[in-house]
């Protein structure tokens, strides 16, 4: 089952706060396939420990442009760890 939904097509901003509706304690669990402005936006509402399952990131594959930056940053600030 799932607790919300949300669309992706309004933008980013409008999606960090549509996550934080759906998910006022934030977010434990992702699994993303996407990439692009639904992960970032999803990276801004996650928890200390949360988890993420990382299967693509089909939004950059006609792109070029592969680069998640969030990940980096939510590493960097140990709001998010890897799963071991």
């Known amino acids: 089952g799932?607790?919300?939904a949300v669309s992706y097509k309004d933008g980013e901003v409008a999606l960090v706060a549509a996550l934080r509706a759906a998910a006022p304690n934030g977010v434990d669990k992702y699994f993303d396939?996407?990439?692009g402005v639904s992960t970032e936006a999803v990276?801004?509402?996650m928890n200390n420990g949360a988890r993420i399952a990382l299967c693509g990131v089909i939004s950059g594959y006609?792109?070029?442009e592969m680069g998640l930056s969030n990940y980096q940053v939510r590493g960097s600030?140990?709001?998010a760890r890897c799963a071991r």
């Open 77 to 79: 600030q140990g709001r």
């Open 43 to 45: 990276l801004k509402a």
């Open 33 to 35: 396939n996407t990439g």
């Open 62 to 64: 006609n792109s070029g």
């Open 2 to 4: 799932f607790d919300g």
